[in-house]
């Protein structure tokens, strides 16, 4: 708990009241203090001075490189110059030594000097602040968090020796901080400057969790959120069609709070992450060796990075060392760098694609540059530590004996002559978002202080004042500035603190000194012109649908082609879709094709044999009634009434032909024309039979002296009146079949799912089967009664052919039933339209073939004589 004599808590007391002041600080600066408590070297010790008890004396001040102009108003700034840095020993025995930093770099140096010149040129402006002169006190971090709290602690507590606690007025230490660079770094200052609305603009901090307004409430950034940049890197790999990734992370803020969100983001387009790796912190080459047997063992081709140069680079060296290739995808961090851009690594890294930060353009910052020089003044020693590295050289005689082969700095050296890359303003990115923070902060300022009183924003509508503004008064404007930089961005802050995310996407390029140069997308290295395949498995084409492999993610499918009748049409259809009812899937199931209709037709083979085999069967019978007829005076003729045999002949003829009513397209007329007319024909024919057959008994008990009555029963009349009987009976059932039940056309979809069998529906099975019943019956009838009669004399032997041609029409009707049943679709037509033909030729054969060879081949013998002569 801070006590009630501290400044900080008299200074809060006036500007809130006593009331809100300990409600305030209560909860809220006592988690500083414990914080700062609890690490020991964080923050400089206050105590009172014996000779003055109204003032604080600092009792330590913490050695940190730095650079600093006075002005009336002091802006912080928190920079990566050094990359490592020496943590002392801590015994808790002794004072612990300083932390030294080493390893200089002019690419943060660089960062410096864009926020001194951003502060120069605003001086300089008329227009922009015109009455107050800004100031800084910039400091490294070395990359370290505690040396960046340390800093930050420095900036928003003061420098000054000696602490009033008497007056409170005037302005803080700095009124608000560009930086720090590092995620972990903001968020952990920035989650206690955001106790005191103290603004922190950052430039190079992207993790997503400082959107977080509750806890990092004066927290803004000129660089996007990683939240955008994954969005970014979605839409590379979603361009390039790459669903199945590898992922390698920082062991950090920025590196965990990015995997979480590309997780995330991933499985949006349908990709997935391969592997999920996290860098070491410290140089563990048995853990990098691990990742680069992942690295190996996975068949994906592309790895996205989360990390900084830095702690990439060990795994760069082994990725060297193992020879192995892979697309890359850089994150802002390293997409940059000029660390990889060397001719060692030009075979395993070029064609990396890297997302970057805005690039801009500074006028006036190169010649800046070069007109720096050093001084004396220790809060500058920033410059002086660049100096002696630049021109590795020492200001100290001493010590240039020792480390710098006796070469003294002088202050006068040429920088231009000095490392080009220190004067190289053609590609300046986080330079140039720290010029962007420093003028939100002016512009912020300016509109501070050109607020009219009595329109204030602040309570009674009251403006700050310059002498006593504070840090929580610039947040409110900082939250609202909008303005355009002389490069011609705009430069705004969304409610969350969050810059306008735009990203340059970055290609390496090899060039023809081995070297890699970074380029903006739009020109492509020709020899990395088609880019690899990463997927786990290849994408389903239509016709397919994928099933996922139990175990794995779902990028990992296999593509199971749809069943008959269904269809996918896109790439990747996770099922399959069913056709409508009269359509069929087309052989590559990508599409719905109307189903082949399937009927007896006379197009095709098997229709234009049965037809011809019908009309042959007809002639045939034309023939032999056309044979009857011219040699109807002849015995042979005669015998057994020739009507009888003219009226067979006619019936088969119309049996042949009805066999065609079963070809073609069915329609309503041929549906109930064609059993009934192959019922009558049928029936007609074979009444002929029976009754020929009985004429034929009653003829030879007529020749007996018992039966001389016998004939006057089946004269002609009564031969003819049981025929039409017998034949009105089958009109009559088809007569009640088609009023009640009449076969219509049907489009059959059960026999085969791949086609429509168009056919007859029967109507009523009762009626089909009582005609085919009722022909059985008279078959059945003549059969037996020509059975019984086989025995005759020859002369009177017809009831032989009759029995024999009964045999064949009641076999194959036998036979027609089993496979009229068991054959689908066309089929069982062609199965009946045979049986009516195989009958039909039966009959025939059996019956007028005999007769006919007697009447043209052996005429002779075709006379009563002979027919007569026979049985003598």
């Not at 030294?100 to 140096?109: A, E, N």
């Not at 971090?141 to 005037?170: E, H, I, W």
């Not at 070297?515 to 290295?525: L, P, Q």
């Amino acid at each position: 708990m801070l006590k009630r004599h501290n400044p900080l808590y008299k200074k809060l007391r006036q500007r809130t009241g006593a009331d809100s002041a300990d409600m305030w600080v209560s909860p809220s600066l006592s988690l500083l203090a414990l914080t700062m408590s609890m690490t020991a070297l964080l923050s400089p010790t206050l105590t009172y001075s014996a000779d003055s008890p109204d003032l604080c004396q600092l009792r330590e001040h913490f050695s940190l490189t730095g650079m600093h102009q006075d002005g009336d108003v002091i802006i912080g700034g928190l920079f990566e110059v050094h990359m490592l840095a020496l943590q002392p020993e801590l015994s808790y025995r002794s004072k612990p030594k300083q932390i030294w930093c080493q390893d200089f770099t002019l690419y943060g140096l660089k960062t410096v000097m864009a926020m001194a010149f951003a502060v120069e040129e605003i001086n300089r402006n008329p227009n922009l602040l015109p009455t107050v002169k800004l100031g800084y006190r910039m400091f490294d971090n070395c990359m370290r968090l505690d040396v960046a709290f340390r800093a930050a602690m420095a900036l928003v507590s003061g420098t000054n020796k000696y602490s009033s606690t008497q007056n409170c007025s005037g302005l803080p230490p700095v009124l608000g901080i560009v930086g720090d660079p590092m995620s972990s770094n903001s968020i952990a200052i920035s989650s206690v400057l955001g106790l005191f609305r103290v603004p922190m603009v950052s430039f190079y901090a992207t993790c997503s969790c400082l959107s977080d307004r509750q806890r990092y409430p004066s927290f803004f950034r000129t660089i996007p959120s990683d939240a955008f940049q994954v969005g970014a890197i979605m839409q590379i790999l979603k361009h390039f069609g790459w669903t199945w990734v590898g992922l390698i992370y920082n062991d950090d803020d920025y590196g965990r709070h990015a995997a979480q969100d590309f997780h995330k983001d991933i499985t949006t387009f349908g990709g997935c992450v391969a592997f999920s790796e996290m860098l070491p912190k410290d140089i563990d080459m048995a853990h990098i060796r691990k990742i680069m047997r992942v690295i190996q063992n996975s068949t994906s081709r592309v790895i996205v990075v989360f990390s900084s140069g830095s702690l990439l680079m060990p795994l760069v060296d082994e990725v060297v060392r193992q020879n192995v290739i892979r697309q890359w995808i850089a994150s802002e961090s390293w997409s940059t760098s000029t660390t990889f851009l060397i001719p060692r690594l030009l075979p395993f890294f070029r064609g990396t694609l890297g997302i970057a930060i805005r690039r801009g353009e500074i006028d006036g910052l190169q010649e800046f540059l070069l007109s720096v020089r050093p001084d004396n003044d220790t809060k500058n020693n920033m410059v002086r530590r660049f100096w002696q590295e630049m021109f590795s050289c020492r200001f100290d005689p001493e010590e240039a004996f020792a480390v710098a082969e006796g070469k003294v700095c002088t202050g006068q050296e040429d920088l231009s002559k000095a490392d080009l890359a220190y004067s190289d303003v053609s590609d300046l990115r986080p330079s140039y978002n720290v010029y962007k923070a420093v003028y939100a902060l002016a512009h912020s300022l300016h509109n501070l202080l050109s607020c009219v009183p009595g329109q204030g924003p602040f309570k009674g509508n009251s403006c700050a004042s310059l002498h006593d503004m504070q840090p929580w008064q610039l947040l409110h404007y900082l939250q609202v500035v909008n303005f355009t930089t002389g490069y011609g961005d705009q430069v705004s802050f969304d409610k969350n603190g969050d810059a306008l995310p735009i990203y340059d996407i970055l290609n390496w390029h090899g060039m023809p000194d081995g070297t890699m140069r970074t380029r903006e997308v739009g020109v492509v290295d020709k020899s990395r012109s088609t880019p690899p395949r990463s997927v786990c498995s290849e994408p389903c084409l239509p016709g397919t649908r994928k099933a996922t492999r139990k175990g794995l993610p779902v990028c990992c499918f296999d593509c199971l082609p749809c069943a008959d009748g269904e269809i996918s049409n896109t790439t990747d259809s996770l099922e399959c879709f069913r056709c409508p009812k009269e359509f069929w899937s087309s052989p590559e199931k990508d599409r719905c094709v109307p189903k082949e209709v399937e009927f007896l037709s006379y197009e095709e083979a098997l229709g234009i044999s049965l037809t011809t085999v019908s009309i042959f069967g007809a002639c045939i019978a034309a023939v032999v009634l056309g044979i009857f007829v011219h040699h109807r005076h002849t015995p042979v003729v005669r015998a057994n009434n020739s009507e009888l045999s003219f009226l067979i002949l006619l019936s088969l003829k119309l049996c042949f032909l009805c066999a065609l009513l079963f070809i073609g397209q069915p329609r309503t007329w041929t549906c109930q024309l064609r059993h009934a007319a192959f019922g009558i024909s049928f029936v007609l024919c074979v009444s002929s039979i029976l009754v020929k057959t009985m004429v034929v008994i009653a003829i030879f008990k007529a020749s007996r002296p018992e039966g001389q009555g016998a004939m006057k029963w089946f004269g002609a009349a009564q031969q003819r009146g049981t025929v039409f009987i017998l034949t009105s009976l089958q009109v009559a059932i088809c007569v009640i079949w088609l009023s009640t039940a009449s076969p219509t056309p049907h489009k059959n979809t059960h026999y085969q799912s791949s086609k429509i069998v168009f056919e007859c529906a029967v109507g009523s099975v009762a009626g089909f089967a009582t005609l085919l019943g009722y022909i059985g019956l008279l078959a059945a009838i003549s059969f037996l009664i020509a059975f019984l009669a086989r025995n005759l004399p020859d002369t009177f032997n017809e009831a032989k052919f009759i029995t024999f041609s009964m045999l064949i029409f009641c076999a194959v009707w036998i036979a027609f039933v089993p496979a009229y049943v068991s054959s689908p679709g066309k089929y069982a037509d062609a199965v009946e339209i045979f049986a009516i033909l195989a009958s039909s030729f039966g009959l025939l054969m059996a019956i007028f073939f005999p007769k006919c060879y007697i009447i043209l081949l052996h005429p002779e013998r075709n006379t009563k004589k002979a027919l007569m002569g026979r049985t003598s």
